[in-house]
């Protein structure tokens, strides 16, 4: 059934094939129940090829209505068949609704989308906004005689944005790619200049060595500062972890009512904790345990405990500001 009606559209003698579809009767009503039941329930393929050729003017006429897009009537023809093909697959007769009218979108849909995978090698049409301006733009430009290949004056992007509804930015942007040509980047810069286009083009991504470079970095920060949390008592231990390390710092009040002793008691611990992680952090440092000396960037949640580990600045200068 396909390949009898695809291989029609493609014979090269265009005049030859619409003359020979108007051989094809139309069908009544009746004739198109009755045929369009017995495909539904008993897939009768004789019933579905009479649907589909009964219907192949309005295939003819619907891709007529494409011929702008520089593409060969026959193809178009042919893909408009085969979303004929799928309308009449999915067709139910008992809604009430003629074969034509519901087809009618399927062709449509069918063409529309080879006319849009073979305009660009750069895929485009991807959103309903896209295929609106795609498919329209061109004949509202003819409209207000802005046929330049330069972009359209801002009254005019605005006035085609609202009887289409889409974004502005998306009307500036369809105009400025249907008005450019596509172009290889493997194409030579200038006749007489080695060299291809794609030659220019920047990677903003870190190298191979700076990102091994970066991880091993990032290993030694943390095992320096596993190492000096070691040295620390487990009272002096948690209280870091609480006030320095988690996201929500717990406050000074909290950590006293845990241990039974004052705020105070607890800022002392911990300004101590601290000095012995400054110290033991540097110590590593000088001693060559680690290739790094950049302390600003440990493996630490909040980047005041780093300035203070590092010894830039004061304890109370950095606080939590749960201190209480």
């Given at each position: 059934?396909t390949s009898t009606?695809i ?6 003698n265009l005049v030859?094939?619409?003359r020979e579809?108007?051989k094809?009767?139309?069908l ?6 009755s045929?369009?039941r017995r495909w539904?329930?008993?897939y009768?393929v004789a019933?579905?090829h009479r649907m ?7 295939v003819?006429?619907v891709?007529?209505?494409y ?5 060969p009537?026959g193809?178009?023809?042919s893909e408009?068949t ?5 309308a ?12 034509s009218?519901?087809?009618m979108?399927?062709?449509r849909?069918a063409?529309?989308?080879?006319i849009?995978?073979?305009s660009s090698?750069?895929?485009?049409g ?6 609106k ?5 061109r004949r509202l430009?003819?409209?207000m005689k ?7 004056r801002?009254?005019?992007v605005a006035?085609?944005a609202?009887m ?7 009307v500036v942007?369809?105009?400025r790619r249907l ?6 980047l493997?194409a030579?810069?200038q006749?007489d ?9 920047v990677?903003e ?15 030694g ?5 596993i190492?000096?949390?070691?040295i620390l008592?487990?009272?002096e231990?948690h209280?870091?972890?609480?006030r320095w390390?988690?996201?929500?710092p717990t406050t000074?009040g909290?950590l ?6 004052s705020g105070?008691r ?9 000095e ?15 290739h ?8 630490v949640r ?5 300035a203070?580990l590092h010894?830039?600045t004061d304890?109370?200068a950095?606080?939590?500001?749960a201190a209480?």
């Open positions: 059934m009606v291989n029609a559209a493609s014979d090269g030859r094939y619409l579809i108007h094809f009767p139309l009544s009503q009746e004739e198109e129940f045929l369009s539904r329930d008993h009768d019933a579905a589909i050729t009964s219907h192949l003017r309005l003819a006429k891709a007529m209505g011929r702008g897009y520089g593409l009537i193809d178009l023809i408009g085969v979303g004929m093909i799928q009449v697959k999915r067709f139910d007769p008992d809604r009430g609704c003629r074969l009218t519901y087809a979108w399927w062709v849909a063409i529309q989308e080879y849009l995978h073979s090698l750069v895929k485009m991807t959103t309903g906004a896209q295929r301006l795609f498919f329209n733009l430009k003819g409209q802005a046929v330049d290949d330069g972009d359209l801002p009254e005019q006035k085609i609202q289409l509804d889409v974004p502005e930015r998306d942007s369809m105009n008005a450019a040509r596509d172009h290889s493997n030579t810069i006749q200049i080695e060299g291809e286009w794609q030659d220019w083009l990677d991504t870190d190298s191979q060595e700076t990102t091994v470079a970066d991880r091993e970095e990032l290993s920060r943390k095992a320096m500062l190492d000096a949390l070691r008592n487990e009272r231990r209280i870091l972890i609480e390390l988690k996201d929500t000074l909290e006293s009512r845990h241990y039974g002793v105070e607890v800022r002392q611990i911990e300004i101590r904790a601290i012995k992680l400054r110290k033991s952090m540097k110590s590593q440092f000088l001693v060559g345990e680690t790094t000396p950049d302390l600003k960037n440990s493996l909040r980047p005041a405990t780093v203070v010894g830039e304890v109370e950095v606080r939590p500001r209480a």
